[in-house]
């Protein structure tokens, strides 16, 4: 599985830094470190909606450093 966040100058700004370092401590914390691959993404288009995050191409719009933990578990732990 691969996570890329967006670190573009408008996700930049919303906290694309944060939610880059939340993804790697659920990484680690939940010990995917051989399932996930985290990368950072020039801008992904949809920047009036960012933080912009894809995982395997599918788009998770509107990701805030609040927010990225549940959308982890709702999107990546449950489908496990
Ligand atoms: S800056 Fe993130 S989608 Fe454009």
Redesign the pocket.
Known sequence: MEIRV?I????HLRGSYEVIEKLKKLVADNALEGKVNLAASF?????GT?V?VTCDGEFWEGVTPETVEAIFAEKVLHTK
């Open positions: 967006c573009g100058s408008s996700c801008c992904l288009g949809k920047c960012g912009t």
